[in-house]
């Protein structure tokens, strides 16, 4: 039978989902954030196949920045970070992800849809 439960451990630095076939990713991912819509945090999961400097930012609508979720370099491996969105208001916002490697070349890029309800 299948786990009911995914498992998430650290490994040197990183972390290991349960059911994967390696400790590392082979690919830049970004994952849809859940719970989406949201009150008032969710979880956004994303994996990093080497080292890379990781920038998750949201924003509103009209495009002003309205949160710093991720802002520094992070470690091979899989990873999630939460944005407590309990200052603003109710609607939707946009989350940009960028992670960059040590040479500068930016490796992914996305943007994903999130809405908020109070």
Not at 39 to 52: H, R, V, Y
């Amino acid at each position: 039978s299948s786990p009911s439960q995914q498992v998430n451990v650290l490994v040197n630095g990183g972390a290991y989902k349960r059911g994967s076939s390696s400790v590392i990713p082979t690919d830049f991912v970004l994952s849809a954030a859940f719970p989406n819509p949201f009150n008032p945090s969710t979880t956004i999961e994303f994996d990093l196949p080497e080292d890379a400097f990781v920038s998750l930012n949201v924003f509103d609508v009209l495009g002003r920045k309205v949160g710093e979720v991720v802002n520094e370099n992070r470690a091979a491996g899989y990873h999630s970070a939460t944005w407590n969105a309990s200052g603003v208001a109710s609607g939707v916002y946009f989350a940009r992800f960028t992670a960059t490697d040590m040479n500068g070349s930016v490796k992914l890029s996305k943007i994903s849809k999130l809405i908020l309800n109070k």
